[in-house]
């Protein structure tokens, strides 16, 4: 566990069951979970015995007494034994990822998504559980004039992916408004960030690069902005939606500052102590410039803010990255800065 890992009760969460157990948002909540003593059931279709990501994400998982993991599909397999007795399902599992999402695997994210959480909701409804906690996506709001999205802003998805997300939390929303249906809530995530984090995404990518040598691939001019969420934030803001009684419908999950890619760039090149060498090309269709969570509606149904900043959650990313990278022998060389950087919250 990094250096920021939340300690947290949870009084109220006996047992519950987290969809993308084998992910890095899923991954990281189990495990806040376990640690608190509540009782889980992982669900993913990644197989740790021959994914090594998913292998990597379950470790501090698998073993443990509070965990209970189970390899299967939510397209096809039986959910409801899962759920029953459970207070709470924090339904993760999806597709995620802007880019590839107008090729030909649209088809993968409209089955995960959309049609696996369609499954989801079914059996949530015939066992008649109280509280679904789904993962949505800053993405549903679309472009931006550069202020701060508030959950009441009308939707304009500029993705194939997005358009999932918003497809994925209105079902869910439309099946808490059907009577006798479970209390939903839809946690928009914005980009988030730290060890484990998907290896597609700019962050990892960014201290893979300084810490490999290797390039980095810049999509576009590096002015994209994004209102990048700690993990640990992340996964605090999801068990407080499992737990808060007032907590319904969509709501923000930011990390309560946006940063430039550029300045990304210079924070890791500042913790490594090298320069990044940059292939730059254009900007992938669909990507947003900037993104800003307004934290109004989340701080006070939520109770819950960010308090992790982006230097401070950098640091803890980078130095968890380097330890994988230097097991795997895919590291050159030390990073000459890294271990005289102090921690600033
Ligand atoms: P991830 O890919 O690491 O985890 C998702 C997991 O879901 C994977 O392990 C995958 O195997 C599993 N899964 C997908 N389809 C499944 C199916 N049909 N049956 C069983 N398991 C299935 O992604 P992540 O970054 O941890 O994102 C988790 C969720 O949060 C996703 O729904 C994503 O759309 C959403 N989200 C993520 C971010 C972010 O910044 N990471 C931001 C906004 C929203
Ligand atoms: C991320 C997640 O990937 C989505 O699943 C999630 O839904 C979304 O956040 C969200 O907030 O809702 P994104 O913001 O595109 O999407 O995050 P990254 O993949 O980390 O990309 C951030 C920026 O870096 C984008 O502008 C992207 O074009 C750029 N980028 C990414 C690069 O320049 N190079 C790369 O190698 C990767």
Redesign the pocket.
Known sequence: MSQHAPNLRIPVLRRVVV??S?????SRLAHALVQAGTAVIG????DAATDPL?AANLAPLLGQPEYEHVT????SCAIEPHLSDADAIFH?????GVRPSWGPRFGDYL??NVL?THRVLEACSRIGLARVVV????SVYGPTDGGASVETDSPQPASPYAVT?LAEEQLCLAYARRLGGPSVVALR?F??YGPRQ?PD?FIHRVLHAALTGKPLHLYGDGLQRRDFTYIDDAVAATIAAGIAPAARGPINVGGGATASLLEVIDIAKSLVGREIRLHQGPAPNGDIVTTRADLTRTSEVLGWRPHVDLHSGMHSHMEVLACQLGASGERPDEPSLASTHRLSR
Request: hydrophobic share 45%.
């Open positions: 969809t993308g084998a992910g890095f948002i899923g669900v993913d279709r990644r998913a299967a599909d939510l397209l993760l599992a999806g597709v995620p089955a995960s696996a993962a949505s996506s800053s997300k995530y980009t988030v998907r995404m």
